[in-house]
C-alpha cells in the first residue's frame, strides 16, 4: 500500500529551465511534508519542509506547493542547475505516531540537470 | 553538525549468515530509523526505536530484527541473509520534539547476498 505516490520517476531538464516533481498522498492526518534530496553515494538530506497551514513555501530556487484539498504537494526548482542533479523524494508525516515524525516516502524522482 | 556513521559502506554475505549493521549518531536523538533503498520503490522503513530498548515494526520488518541498547547506536540484524535482502540499508536518527522533525541520514550500506 503506497500511501505517497510520486511522479515522474524521471526528469530531464536544461540547464535554467523549471524542474516540477509531484507527489499525492492519500492520509488525511499527513500533516508534515518534506522534501529530502540525495546525491549518489550519500544519504538522503532534508532540503525544503511544509505544513498544511500555508500553500507555498519558497526557499532560494525551491518551492514547494501545496494543496490540501487535492491532497497533492509538488517541488518546483526554477533555474535548474546541473548542480541540482540528485534523487528527490517527498514524504509525509502524521506526527502522532509514538514519538512523532515516522515519514512515509515516496518512489523517488532521478533528475537530471543538462548543460 | 549532526552524524550519522554506519559501520560499513559496502558488505558481502552468503545466503543464511547473520548479518550485523551498526548505526550510530552523536546528537543525543531519541528516534532511530532503519530503512532499505531499492530502485523504484523508494525508503521503505523497516523498523524504528522511540527510546533505548524499545522497537516498533515499520512497513517491511519480516526477515530483520533489531536491537537499540544504548541511545546512540541502533543495530539491524538480518537473522538469515536471503539474496531479496540485497539492497541499500540506510539509517537515520531525528529528535522526538514534534516540531523539528528533521530525520538525519547516515551515508548507507549497500549489502549483496550471494
Known amino acids: 500500500q503506497q500511501q505517497v505516490k510520486q511522479s515522474p520517476q524521471s526528469l530531464i531538464v536544461q540547464k535554467g529551465g523549471i524542474s516540477i516533481i509531484n507527489c499525492a498522498y492519500e492520509?488525511?492526518?499527513?500533516?508534515?511534508f518534506p522534501w529530502y534530496q540525495q546525491f549518489p553515494g550519500k544519504g538522503p538530506a532534508l532540503l525544503i519542509a511544509i505544513r498544511p497551514d500555508v500553500s507555498e513555501k519558497k526557499e532560494g530556487r525551491f518551492t514547494i506547493s501545496f494543496n490540501k484539498s487535492a491532497k497533492q504537494f509538488s517541488l518546483h526548482i526554477m533555474d535548474s542547475q546541473p548542480g541540482d542533479s540528485a534523487t528527490y523524494f517527498c514524504?509525509?508525516?502524521?506526527?502522532?505516531?509514538?514519538?512523532?515524525?515516522?515519514?512515509?516516502f515516496g518512489t523517488g524522482t532521478q533528475l537530471k540537470v543538462e548543460l | 553538525d549532526v552524524k550519522v556513521t554506519q559501520s560499513s559502506r559496502y558488505l558481502v554475505k552468503r545466503t543464511g549468515e547473520k548479518v550485523f549493521l551498526e548505526c550510530v549518531q552523536d546528537m543525543d536523538h531519541e528516534n532511530m530509523f532503519w530503512y532499505r533503498q531499492d530502485p523504484g520503490l523508494g525508503l521503505r522503513l523497516i523498523y524504528f526505536?522511540?527510546?533505548?530498548?524499545?522497537?516498533e515494526k515499520g512497513d517491511i520488518p519480516e526477515g530483520y530484527s533489531v536491537s537499540r541498547e544504548k541511545k546512540e547506536r541502533f543495530s539491524l540484524i538480518l537473522e538469515s541473509a536471503s539474496t531479496n535482502q540485497t539492497s541499500m540499508y540506510l539509517c537515520?536518527?531525528?529528535?522526538?520534539?514534534?516540531?523539528?522533525?528533521?530525520?538525519?541520514f547516515g551515508p548507507g550500506t549497500r549489502l549483496l547476498v550471494l
Open positions: 514524504a509525509a508525516s502524521d506526527g502522532i505516531t509514538g514519538g512523532g515524525n515516522k515519514l512515509t
Open positions: 492520509n488525511t492526518a499527513f500533516d508534515y
Open positions: 526505536s522511540y527510546d533505548v530498548k524499545m522497537k
Open positions: 537515520a536518527s531525528s529528535t522526538r520534539d514534534y516540531l523539528q522533525e528533521t530525520q538525519y
